[in-house]
């Protein structure tokens, strides 16, 4: 018999079935992970650099040592593959070879399936030893930077800046304490190069409540060169942004908010008639006699106002 579609395999112990229901979609998904790997050709720079990335990027980051013979641009199969093991989205791959020497591959991956992939070469490189200084603890969530025109004009920049952000980005917190804000990682786009810095804050004292702020570099400390890219098309790249329903905020009628944030509301109310409005009881307003008479003649009784001793 002819099989007209894909054999759904039902889990047989409970331990197969908590891991299916783990990889299953879920409305809130779980921080990115990303597998840095070196490709069946490297150099020591890049084997030092992806070791600092993923320094940069612990614990939510898998360390390959192993040598990977692949060229992700030709053929990224055995990448999908080691994502659909390690449950990753985002991957680094590092490779050296006399046409692209020192070359990095940032991506990320979409239903197990390459989404962007661009490739970036190293010019140059200072690692996290070189630079003798304090280091901020591991999984501290960076603070990133971006400046430049082309992130704002250049398409594949765009792309570039969102895949960074993306890959640096950190699991999603609620709330930051002012001393949790103590590593910046500023990306600068500037002729043709992308510079990559790492440094570490420093609470100064201001005299004030508001501490004085020092930037401090701690390496690793990166100049890059746009090289090659494979971008998703747009209508993959809205799929993979598309959010269910149920996440999407309930519209409010009757309520808007200007660029500030400010929240205004506004409330519907039958017309009223101000000019039988009784306001407070003074002498220079009570009613003369002949107006009382006038509103017992209309069919109104005049309404007697009670006073307190």
């Keep these: 018999c002819l099989c007209t579609g894909p054999v759904v395999m039902k889990p047989k112990t409970k331990r197969s079935k908590r891991f299916l229901e783990n990889r299953g979609p879920k ?4 921080v990115k992970s990303a597998m840095i790997m070196k490709g069946g050709n490297t150099s020591q720079m890049v ?3 992806l070791k600092d990335i993923y320094s940069l990027k612990k614990p939510n980051a898998v360390l ?4 990977n013979i692949t060229r992700p641009f030709e053929d990224s199969t055995s990448l999908e593959f080691f994502s659909k093991k390690t449950d990753c989205s985002l991957f680094l791959f590092g490779s050296h070879n006399k046409k692209r020497p020192n070359n990095f591959i940032f991506g990320r991956l979409f ?8 490739e970036l070469g190293i010019e140059k490189y200072v690692s996290l030893s070189e630079i003798k200084t304090n280091k901020c603890p591991e999984g501290t969530k960076p603070m990133l930077v971006f400046a430049g025109e082309p992130f704002e004009t250049d398409h594949e920049y765009k792309r570039l800046k969102n895949l960074l952000i993306d890959f640096f980005r950190g699991p999603t917190v609620p709330a930051v304490r002012l001393s949790g804000l103590e590593h910046v ?3 600068t786009a500037l002729d043709g190069k992308i510079f990559m810095r790492s440094y570490r804050c420093l609470l100064k004292k201001s005299g004030c409540r508001t501490p004085r702020i020092e930037l401090e570099e701690i390496g690793p400390s990166f100049d890059f060169v746009l090289r090659r890219t494979h971008l998703a098309s747009e209508d993959l790249y809205k799929l993979a942004h598309k959010q269910p329903k149920a996440l999407k905020p ?3 009628k009757n309520i808007s908010h200007d660029a500030f944030g400010t929240r205004f509301g506004r409330v519907h109310m039958q017309k009223q008639d101000l000019s039988k409005l009784r306001t407070r009881k003074m002498k220079g307003l009570r009613k003369r ?3 009382v008479a006038a509103e017992e003649q209309d069919g109104q009784a005049p309404k007697v106002a009670k006073v307190e001793s």
């Design 250 to 252: 309930k519209k409010k």
């Design 64 to 67: 390959y040592k192993k040598k």
């Design 47 to 49: 084997t030092q650099a």
């Design 111 to 118: 239903d197990f399936h390459v989404l962007d992939m661009i």
């Design 27 to 30: 409305l809130t998904e779980d």
């Design 289 to 291: 006699k002949g107006e």
């Design 185 to 187: 990682l500023h990306f």
